[in-house]
């Protein structure tokens, strides 16, 4: 089936075609490679359509005319009214993330904010006292992006040092990248480097009911959020860090004002309302104790239900296959759902039993997935990382895959049916 030209990561953009999955054309990806690299949370799809009509935006043409929009406010100028209201709200809902009396700052996605909070963190202590750049560094596996962002900027401020395993450096201030649940092995993280002069940035942008048990509101100095993997806009790039210090939110503020002039207005309004509506729908209706059907469920439960049906047949596949480990995850008490529960993962994580290469036993299965060395650690390289928060239409190919021989198929002549060529996610 031919793209059309006016589609872009599989959804049409003049709004014609009602299943995202439209595009992928079941009887010719027999003999092409299936793309599960990219992290696209394309999955929340049938639940934001079954709500279309009921939360959707509506932007005049007059509106959002001015670079600011809060000058006179103690919020900052760029923040749409009510925005930081819906994310303090969401966060009580949900019960992850303590707000009262943090401050929280808007960003183009989490990516962007990461880069502001190095350059904020650096420039405290590096300021007229020392010419060496502030080490920033991650326990491998990690989210490739994180490396590959401060190796790009070649800032004279801070340097990406990788693993923290490999880090040695006795004294001096560090910057280090916390993420929990972890992207890309989904696993609960702790610092590593523990010692005088870190400056920790928590990473939470799984820390949400349907990937991983709430167990507590997060109460770190530093935590970073995002639109993208929570509710699934992505597109929106929205993202925000609830931070405790008012002179690293001024930092913040000043760096979106010098480098973008604010965040757009139309994101944060999107994002806005789909957190208000997500918050009404439990707020106004409480949470029921059993889990309700697929036609009543909320954005959490229907999270919960399509990525633990995903995960068992994750594991039955595996299981069959029989040339991969996957890593086992302990249950925990969920203080949302109000039971206990397994994580499930954004990503599955898999180890191939033999020590080869994971990705290439992956191709023998037509599947494209991305190499375990890119998470930050050449010791990775018999894992493979594949995303478990596609399309419903490819996530069956993946398990029909991976639940089937190896092909005869000559791979170096097969296309791929990748979506967008680019390596984030
Ligand atoms: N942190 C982690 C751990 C991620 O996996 C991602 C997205 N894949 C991001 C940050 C970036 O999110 P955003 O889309 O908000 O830039």
Redesign the pocket.
């Known amino acids: 089936m031919e793209q059309s030209k006016e589609t872009i990561n599989s959804i049409p953009i003049n709004g014609k075609v009602s299943n995202c999955d439209e595009n992928i054309d079941h009887n010719s990806t027999d003999d092409v490679l299936l793309d599960v690299d990219i ?1 696209d949370p394309i999955m929340y799809y049938p639940y934001w359509k079954s709500v279309d009509e009921e939360c959707s935006v509506t932007i005049k043409a007059s509106a959002f005319l001015s670079y600011f929009v809060n000058l006179n406010k103690d919020e900052f100028f760029y923040h749409v009214p009510g925005f930081t209201d819906a994310i303090r709200r969401i966060h009580r809902v949900v019960g992850n993330a303590v707000t009262e009396g943090r401050y929280i700052i808007a ?8 880069n502001y909070l190095l350059l904020a963190l650096s420039n405290t202590v590096t300021s007229g006292t020392t010419n060496k750049r502030v080490p920033v560094v991650c326990a491998a596996p ?2 490739g ?2 490396a590959a962002s401060v190796e790009t900027e070649k800032s004279s401020m801070y340097e990406w040092r990788g693993d923290t395993r490999t880090f040695d450096d006795k004294e001096g201030p560090y910057i280090e990248v916390v ?1 929990s649940p ?3 092995d989904g696993l609960w993280r702790k610092p590593m480097v523990n010692r005088e002069g870190g400056m920790l940035i928590h ?1 939470l ?2 820390y949400w009911p349907q990937y991983v048990p709430i167990t507590g509101p997060a109460d770190y100095d530093i935590m ?6 929570f509710t699934g806009h ?1 597109g929106s ?3 925000w860090v609830i931070v405790k210090d008012k002179e690293l939110a001024s930092a913040l503020m000043n760096q979106s004002f010098l480098r973008t002039i604010g965040c757009c207005q139309e994101g944060q309004l999107r994002a806005k309302t789909i957190l208000n509506f997500i918050a009404d729908s439990y707020e106004k209706t409480p949470i029921p104790k059993v889990m309700p059907t697929t036609t009543t469920e909320n954005l959490f439960e229907f999270g919960y239900r399509v990525m633990s049906d995903r995960w068992e047949m994750m594991k039955a596949a595996v299981k069959q296959n029989n040339l991969f480990n996957l890593l086992e995850y302990p249950d925990q008490h969920c203080n949302f759902f109000g039971k206990f529960h397994l994580p499930n993962p ?2 599955a994580w898999l180890e191939s039993k033999t020590g080869e290469d994971a990705s290439e036993l992956m191709r023998e299965h037509k599947i494209q997935a991305r190499k375990g060395a890119m998470f930050g650690s050449s010791l990775h390289t018999k894992c493979v990382r594949i995303t478990m928060v596609g399309s419903d239409d490819q996530f069956r190919l993946l398990i029909q895959r991976l639940s089937s021989p190896p092909s005869s198929v000559h791979l170096d002549e097969v296309p791929s049916i990748s979506k967008v060529d680019i390596n ?2």
Not at 107 to 114: A, K
């Open positions: 992290g960003g183009t996605g989490s990516s962007q904010l990461f990690y989210y992006l994180f993420t972890n992207n890309p990473d942008a799984y970073l959020f995002t639109m993208s993997k992505a790039r929205i993202g954004a990503f984030g996610n």
